[in-house]
């Protein structure tokens, strides 16, 4: 069974970064397309990014591109998210999961149990 642990989130200033990580144990996550989704108090979970099992495929919601970038290691079971240039509305839990791909949660099966982002000044 995979299972998937998030770390790296914190409280922020706007226009900082962090990087989280997506560790995972139980099973190798190279077969797997890895997503970051992310829900704000009283909001629906989005799907922020995702990349494919080789990592040669990425994908973005609007709000965050070329600000974010997503990266795996398959050596070390481990997808990463790098967030710059933080914005106050990037505030939220911030999820990682394997599925089958896309920025929808639905075609996901397995998912961490989140990490807090708080961007404020």
């Known amino acids: 069974q995979l299972q998937l642990v998030e770390s790296g989130g914190g409280l922020v200033q706007p226009g900082g970064s962090l990087r989280l990580s997506c560790a995972a144990s139980?099973?190798?996550?190279?077969?797997?397309?890895i997503g970051w989704f992310r829900q704000a108090p009283g909001k629906g979970r989005e799907g922020v990014s995702c990349?494919?099992?080789?990592?040669?495929?990425?994908m973005y919601r609007d709000s965050v591109k070329g600000r974010f970038t997503i990266s795996r290691d398959n050596a070390k079971n481990t997808v990463y998210l790098q967030m710059n240039s933080l914005k106050p509305e990037d505030t939220a839990v911030y999820y990682c999961?394997?599925?089958?791909?896309?920025?929808?949660?639905?075609?996901?099966?397995?998912w961490g149990q989140g990490t807090q982002v708080t961007v404020s000044s």
């Open positions: 990349i494919s099992s080789s990592g040669d495929s990425t």
């Open positions: 999961a394997a599925g089958a791909g896309g920025l929808a949660h639905e075609l996901y099966d397995y």
């Open positions: 139980g099973s190798s996550v190279d077969y797997y397309v």
